[in-house]
């Protein structure tokens, strides 16, 4: 795995000036917006790398094939957080 890389305070703040640019509050804290489409991608991705550390190789490694057990497409499923509901797509293996 890739050695992890923490961004600084400064390089955070900068990613999120550039995320934020031009957009009003609704188009952050909005039904459809920014922070809530974080999330989701957020939520998304923490389960892809469960899944990839369920089945021990990377999507679309070599050593996933034949394996046995290997990734089978998504599963939509919706999730409640404190702030908002989140349609998700929930990786599936076999």
Do not use: F, W
Request: charged fraction near 35%; glycine fraction near 10%.
């Amino acid at each position: 795995m890739a050695e992890e890389q923490e961004l600084s305070e400064k390089e955070l703040n900068a990613v999120l000036d550039r995320l934020i640019q031009g957009k009003t509050p609704e188009d952050i804290l909005g039904q459809s917006g920014l922070v809530k489409d974080l999330t989701r991608r957020l939520v998304e991705r923490v389960l892809e790398g469960e899944m990839t550390a369920h089945l021990g190789y990377e999507k679309h490694a070599q050593e996933g094939r034949d394996g046995g057990n290997s990734r089978n497409g998504k599963t939509g499923k919706r999730v409640k957080t404190d702030t908002a509901e989140l349609a998700i797509e929930v990786p599936r293996d076999r």
